[in-house]
C-alpha cells in the first residue's frame, strides 16, 4: 500500500488530551455473545511538547511478557518529566488473547493480525482490529514500537528487528531505534508486507521490532528477559528524547548485527519430543561451533531418536527454545552465522 492509497486521515481519539494518563476503549465491532469487542488504548502524555512513540502488543495472542514489561514501565513514568506522548494499544488482538493461542480463532480470511495491516473495516473480524489500530494508532505517529515476544513454544531470545529495505535515511532511523534498544542482537530483516511495521514504513515513520524473550518460561528467565526489556524502552525513549535520563551505558553490550544472508533457522524434520541442549538466557548470544548439537528430537512412542539438529556452521546463537513437544517444521533453533555477522 502506498501513501497515496491510504484512506483520508482525521485526528485520533486522543489528540487534545491533557497532561496525564487516559484510558480509552476503542469499538471494533459487536461479537455472537452480545459484548462488544474493543481495544485498549492508554495515551501518556507529557507535560512538555514532543514526539509521538506508539506501541503495540499482544498482536499475537499468547505473547504476554511485552504486554506486562509495557505496563511497569508506563506506571514508573513520570508525565511531568515526559515530552511528547505515549500511545499503546496492550492487548491488539483480544479474540486470539482470550484463547491464549497466536491467531484470531476466526474462520475466514487471514487470522493473523501481523499480516493483516493497514486492515480493512469491511474485512474479517482481524482486518477491522487492523483498520482502527491503523486509523487510530499508526497513522499518527512519530516514532513506532512494533513489540512481540515469544509465544508458548518456549523461544528464548533477545534481537531487535529493523527493515532494511526502508529507503536509506528512513533506514539508518530504524536501525539507530533498533539498537538503542540494547538487547544482544540487531537483525536487518525484509518486512515487506503486511505487518504493522511496513504499514508504518509507508508513512515514513521510524520502527522498530524487538522480539524479547517467551511465555511461561519459568521465574528466573522471566525475571531476566522483564528487566532487558525495561531497559530496552528506557534506553528507546531516551534516544527518541521523551524522557531526559542518565543513558545507561551502551559499551558493556556487546550487540551482533546480522542480515538475512546470515540467518540460519533450524527446523525438526519430525514431530516429537526436543531435548534442547540451550535452555538459558545466558545461552543467547554464545558463539557455536559448527557440528555442535543443539537439540534432539525423541519419538513420544517408540522411544527412539527421530533426529539430532547439529549447528550446520559457526554462528551466534539467537533464538533457542525449551524442551518440550515439537512439531515437523517448528522454528527450534537460529544462528547468525558468524561469518557474515558483526560484533559491534
Ligand atoms: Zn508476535
Known amino acids: 500500500m502506498t501513501e497515496r492509497e491510504s484512506p483520508e486521515r482525521t485526528a485520533p481519539i486522543w489528540a487534545s488530551d491533557p497532561e496525564g494518563r487516559v484510558f480509552r476503549r476503542l469499538p471494533v465491532t459487536t461479537m455472537l455473545n452480545g459484548a462488544e469487542l474493543t481495544l485498549p488504548l492508554h495515551v501518556l502524555t507529557g507535560r512538555t511538547p514532543g514526539p509521538t512513540l506508539g506501541i503495540v502488543t499482544n498482536q499475537h495472542g499468547d505473547e504476554f511478557l511485552p504486554t506486562m514489561v509495557i505496563r511497569q514501565w508506563l506506571a514508573a513514568l513520570d508525565t511531568t518529566k515526559l515530552a511528547g506522548r505515549i500511545a499503546v494499544v496492550s492487548v491488539a488482538n483480544p479474540l486470539a488473547t482470550a484463547a491464549c493461542q497466536r491467531l484470531t480463532p476466526e474462520p475466514h480470511g487471514r487470522t493473523d493480525l501481523h499480516e493483516a495491516f493497514p486492515g480493512n473495516a469491511r474485512g474479517n473480524t482481524t482486518q477491522m482490529m487492523a483498520a482502527v489500530i491503523t486509523a487510530q494508532l499508526l497513522d499518527h505517529l512519530d516514532f513506532h514500537c512494533d513489540f512481540h515476544a515469544g509465544g508458548t513454544g518456549g523461544r528464548l531470545q533477545g534481537r531487535v528487528d529493523y527493515h532494511g529495505k526502508a529507503p536509506p535515511a528512513l533506514r539508518d532511523r530504524c536501525l539507530a531505534m533498533a539498537r538503542a ?15 504493522a511495521h511496513y504499514v508504518t514504513m509507508t508513512r515514513g515513520i521510524p520502527s522498530c521490532n524487538p522480539e524479547v524473550g517467551g511465555t511461561f518460561l519459568g521465574p528466573d528467565s522471566t525475571a531476566t528477559y522483564i528487566a532487558q526489556s525495561l531497559d530496552g524502552l528506557t534506553r528507546l525513549a531516551v534516544h527518541l528524547g521523551l524522557v531526559d535520563a542518565p543513558l ?7 550487540q551482533i548485527h546480522f542480515g538475512l544472508a546470515g540467518r540460519r533457522e533450524l527446523r525438526p524434520r519430525n514431530s516429537g519430543y526436543l531435548e534442547s541442549c540451550f535452555e538459558r538466557p545466558a545461552d543467547i548470544g554464545k558463539l557455536i561451533t559448527r557440528g555442535t548439537l543443539l537439540g534432539k528430537v525423541i519419538d513420544l512412542y517408540s522411544y527412539e531418536v527421530l533426529e539430532e539438529i547439529v549447528a550446520p556452521c559457526d554462528g551466534y546463537l539467537f533464538f533457542s527454545r525449551y524442551s518440550g513437544t515439537v512439531s515437523a517444521g517448528t522454528q527450534a533453533f537460529a544462528l547468525a552465522e558468524q561469518a557474515k555477522s558483526q560484533r559491534g
Do not use: I, K, R, Y
Open 181 to 195: 534498544f540494547g538487547q544482544p542482537f540487531v537483525h536487518e530483516n525484509d518486512l515487506t508486507g503486511t505487518s
Open 248 to 254: 545507561p551505558s551502551m559499551s558493556t553490550l556487546a
